[in-house]
């Protein structure tokens, strides 16, 4: 019978990746040792994305019934008032980013999916898009390819306002940067008709 441990240890440091290392023991045992090092900032932002949206814990989900049950109707009142904010949020804000498409104001889902295809140099490739995104502006999105919608990647809008408003400004920037080239003239050509 062999026993087998497992270490996590994150280390604060400059941006160093580390891999997983096995260790033998005596006795036929395995020592598992995890090593990830981040950077502070990378560490601060998960913490931050955790507080904002994070899946509730297993043990949470089956109290949900319960919990259900005993909460007041404001509750979910408030929470459907706040989730049509944000989807009026997102509806006006992508209107202030030209290359950016998406099918329809939502009405019953928590997301929007936006379309890629006007990207200069996101070469037909949303994952692609994803670590840019992330790397340059900290904003974190579902890419298309994930849930088979290949260059559709999902942005969820069930968060606060504030959150929304400041996530949608950085995507913007993100755009302005990486629009194709006949895409930035036909804007400047819009504005100079003006």
Known sequence: MSLQFSFAFIFVNHGLHLGRTVEKLPGNKTLNLYLCCFSFQVVESIINCLNISSDPATFIQGAFPEILEKTKEDFFSNTIIILRECADIIHERIKDIPCITYPQKPEGSMFVMLNLSLLEDIDDDDVEFYMKLSKE???????????????????????????????????????????????????????NAC
């Open 137 to 191: 502006e900290s904003v974190i999105v579902l890419t298309g390819v994930a849930v088979g919608m290949k260059n559709w990647p999902r942005v969820t809008f069930a968060i606060d306002p504030p959150s929304l408003e400041d996530g949608l400004g950085r995507i913007k920037a993100f755009y302005q940067r990486h629009m194709l080239r006949r895409n930035k003239d036909f804007i400047s050509d819009q504005f």
